[in-house]
């Protein structure tokens, strides 16, 4: 690949890296209540984490059991998020 693909494609990561950070913002402003907002929280912060991952770190290109271990962590906030979800409901 070229060198201005190379820019170009971590020039459109960047962007969409920002896009998603706004949308976080705005969603933890929205007038809803507190799981909800947690569970797209949540949700767009493991779509943020998986673009670092698969191409500032490189996993697009490891064979898929390296790209499992290092994703794995993101299976588990989503668990744990669950978890703080249903203690959320319960402190109503």
């Known amino acids: ?14 962007l969409g890296l920002f896009v998603l950070t706004i949308l ?38 490891e064979k898929i059991l390296l790209t499992l271990v290092a994703l794995a962590p993101l299976a588990f906030s989503l668990i744990f998020t669950l978890i703080i979800g249903h203690d959320l409901m319960l402190s109503r």
Not at 1 to 13: K, N, T
Not at 25 to 52: C, E, F, H, Q, W
């Open 1 to 14: 690949m070229s060198e201005e693909s190379h820019s170009r494609r971590y020039g459109a990561i960047f």
């Open 24 to 61: 976080e913002l705005a969603t933890a402003n929205l007038p809803l209540a507190r799981l909800p907002i947690a569970l797209m929280l949540v949700g767009l912060a493991i779509v943020k984490a998986s673009l670092v991952a698969m191409f500032y770190m490189h996993l697009k290109f």
